[in-house]
């Protein structure tokens, strides 16, 4: 049981995420209204992917260094966790962009950069079925890891707030996220969403993981 | 890392290209046909395209013509040369012979088809802009290095799986997009004559990012080799 005190944290957070982002009192401004309330799914995935993906980074980083299979197992299935919540992210963007820019998708930098950001994630899961022998496909997949991780970083931080016609808040003269919420309302949702959403990341990360060992430890 | 080494591994590498200069004619022949080809199909008798469209075709182009040629640098060598690289030179000098070699070879790429096209694809110039040659031109070089040195890594990790020639366009295009946007963004600014101050920005960047990509290949591609 003591080892499972953040399974139990990761409930009660998404579920006070859900409870309270959709019930609660949320500030009304022009054009945004009620669909404030999406920052508590939307951005909150997309905090959890990076960091999964980091861990992810990390984890190919340790394999490298030791070459031992259950760090390739701990980076694949971060890895995977990571696109799910960027998939999650993207589709709860996509709705959220319907109601207030007037369309699913407008072709925004930050949306195109994590359209590749994910297809960068799904080519490396083509990479690693190309593969058969497991040390090998462990090293070339988490160099491949690690490398498309740097790629990513300029990709996701630093082009689109060099776009000037960026709808997202922040760029191009557009409030920043400071703007939303003058009470601190939102942020009493939005930390502890963030923690809970990685946390459910890494929750179904590590029951793959423990597939993956016992199937290992069967075959072997 | 040996200065010298590295050297006679491009000397080597530039000889073996000469030796067999099918590859070499076949890749001037690649991209002086698909220009021909856009040429056709856009039908330019009838009238010049447009500044953003020419840019971008000259780099799709590019970037075709250069995953084309820069695949073959680990896909292409034999098993038993790999073998013999690696009992006499380091991952690293291998690395870094490759990417100057192939950052030689896309550049050369760039230059003629940069010509080819400008001789044959007529640009419409609706407000009299300059052409800023000397920034186009630096755009081609941050371009052809940044292809190379990030193509370079993703074929030597295309080279390990089966099925390497297709897996090589699907690991790479989204790693290279932002290398890509940038440079259309900087020779954008050259064809329009902006003020040169403009670019500095996007120069950075490319600069930056190629920093990036080639440390990170530097450190990575010794666990590669070992396989």
Redesign the interface.
């Known amino acids: 049981m003591k080892k499972n005190w953040w399974k139990a944290l990761a409930l009660i957070l998404v579920t006070y995420t859900l409870l309270a982002g959709l019930l609660m009192d949320a500030p009304r401004l022009n054009i945004l209204n009620e669909t404030i309330r999406n920052l508590h799914f939307h951005v909150t995935m997309w905090f959890g992917m990076v960091i999964l993906l980091t861990a992810s980074m990390v984890y190919a980083i340790k394999y490298?260094r030791s070459g031992q299979i259950t760090y390739d197992d701990k980076s694949v299935e971060m890895a995977k966790a990571g696109v799910l919540l960027g998939s999650m992210g993207i589709i709860t963007g996509a709705v959220w962009a319907n109601y207030t820019w007037g369309e699913p998708w407008s072709g925004d930098s930050k949306q195109n950069a994590a359209a590749?950001?994910l297809?960068?994630y799904f080519?490396y899961l083509?990479?690693r079925n190309?593969?058969k022998d497991e040390?090998?496909r462990a090293?070339?997949s988490?160099?491949?890891d690690?490398?498309?991780y740097?790629?990513m970083?300029?990709?996701l931080f630093?082009?689109p707030r060099?776009d000037p016609n960026s709808l997202h808040p922040g760029n191009g003269g557009n409030p920043g996220f400071n703007a939303y919420d003058l009470d601190s309302k939102l942020r009493v949702v939005f930390y502890p969403a963030v923690i809970g959403w990685t946390l459910m990341g890494v929750w179904i990360a590590s029951l793959k993981i423990r597939t993956r060992q016992i199937e290992r430890a069967l075959e072997d | 890392m040996n200065k010298n080494q590295i050297l006679s591994l491009i000397e080597k590498e530039l000889l073996s290209e000469w030796r067999q200069r099918y590859a070499l004619n076949g890749m001037i022949l690649y991209l002086a046909s698909t220009i021909f080809i856009c040429y056709m199909s856009f039908g330019l008798k009838a009238g010049a395209i447009d500044a953003i469209t020419w840019n971008a075709l000259f780099w799709i182009i590019l970037l075709f013509t250069a995953v084309n040629s820069v695949a073959k640098s680990f896909i292409q060598e034999s098993r038993g040369r790999a073998l013999y690289y690696y009992s006499i030179a380091s991952p690293i000098e291998i690395i870094v012979s490759k990417i100057i070699y192939n950052a030689l070879l896309l550049l050369a790429l760039a230059l003629v088809g940069f010509f080819i096209y400008s001789f044959v694809m007529e640009r419409a110039n609706e407000d009299g802009a300059t052409f800023d040659l000397l920034y186009f031109l630096i755009a081609i070089v941050l371009g052809s290095l940044g292809l190379a040195s990030?193509l370079t890594?993703?074929s030597g990790?295309?080279s390990?799986?089966?099925?390497s020639t297709s897996?090589m366009a699907?690991?790479s295009?989204?790693?290279i997009?932002?290398i890509i946007?940038?440079v259309i963004k900087l020779s954008k600014n050259a064809m329009d004559g902006l003020d040169r101050s403009v670019s500095t920005?996007e120069i950075l960047?490319l600069v930056?990012?190629n920093a990036?990509?080639f440390s990170?290949?530097y450190l990575?591609f010794p666990?590669?080799w070992?396989?």
């Open positions: 490298l590749i950001c297809l960068i080519a083509v990479l190309s593969m040390q090998q090293r070339v988490g160099v491949y690690i490398f498309a740097a790629a970083i300029p990709l630093i082009l060099l | 990030s890594m993703i990790i295309a390990k799986a089966e099925n897996l699907v690991l295009f989204p790693v997009l932002p946007l940038m920005d960047i930056a990012i990036i990509v990170v290949s990575l666990y590669l070992k396989s």
